[in-house]
């Protein structure tokens, strides 16, 4: 199938990263041309985008919880493309170890909800500045299971991913239809988003090399396999197509193997006298 979206621009934040990288090398098979946004790792955004080499490319480094770096990173891909037809929110910060409420501090409460949902809104506010002027784009935003689950010991992180999936993607599904209307020839803006479950990326390589990890997690799932960043990026060049995608926004999707929940007891937990 013809996507469409080939020499359209699309910025990609987090890009450095598991998923991010392979969002982009799915949206360079397409033709599209690349912003690829770093915080910290510039090597591994460089090479990005010397593997990249057949699209043009740009990388911008940026603090997405800083006004400023976020106007810059839109000011320079403008300057470089002219125009931003696709963002795809994809970098965020959690806490790795487990943390229960009553132990979690205020500043990595505060730390979380700005890494992950602080970001999200200054990114997509200034994308929808440039939406407002060129009356078209789309946007997809990378949210987590997390968020619709629920996760003991992250409460910090599944509350700002759950705002990104629900209150934020149907907000701005809305807005952005006024921002840039349907017409004859143009689909209108869209908002949709996406759930990874758990997904083979570096940041969980280490937990998912031991075998009673692996089957906790696929124990909650009807296909148990674990995700690849692929899973993540072809739905997100899917919906990035006004194509291919044309009549959907507002949407929340879960790429997860059709998880249910997450098991919260061990067998060896459970008191079978009392069940």
Not at 221 to 249: C, E, G, N, Y
């Amino acid at each position: 199938m013809n996507s469409d979206l080939k020499d359209k621009v699309v910025l990609v934040t987090g890009a450095s990263g598991g998923i991010g990288s392979a969002v982009a090398r799915r949206f360079a098979e397409e033709g599209a041309r690349l912003v690829l946004h770093y915080r910290r790792n510039l090597a591994a955004a460089e090479a990005m985008r010397r593997e990249l080499a057949t699209v043009e490319s740009l990388v911008v480094q940026a603090d997405l919880t800083k006004e400023a770096d976020v106007s810059r990173l839109f000011r320079r891909a403008l300057r470089k493309f002219g125009s931003v037809d696709t963002l795809i929110v994809n970098a965020g910060w959690w806490e790795s170890r487990d943390v229960p409420l009553q132990s979690m501090s205020l500043r990595q409460w505060n730390a979380t909800q700005n890494g992950v949902l602080t970001s999200a809104f200054l990114s997509l506010r200034e994308f929808f500045r440039v939406v407002a002027k060129q009356r078209r784009g789309n946007a997809v935003l990378i949210s987590s299971t997390s968020g619709v689950f629920g996760e003991a010991g992250h409460a910090d992180y599944s509350s700002a991913k759950s705002a990104m999936a629900y209150g934020l993607t149907r907000s701005l599904k809305n807005e952005i239809a006024r921002l840039a209307p349907h017409t004859a020839k143009y689909c209108g803006g869209r908002v949709n988003c996406v759930c990874p479950g758990w997904t083979v990326v570096p940041r969980t390589a280490s937990k998912l090399r031991e075998r009673k990890n692996v089957a906790r997690v696929v124990a909650t799932m009807a296909l148990p396999q674990i995700a690849r960043p692929d899973d993540m990026a072809h739905a997100v060049v899917f919906l990035s197509s006004d194509t291919l995608a044309r009549h959907i926004t507002g949407q929340t999707i879960v790429i997860a193997g059709g998880m249910e929940g997450r098991r919260l007891w061990e067998a060896s937990e459970i008191d079978f006298a009392a069940v």
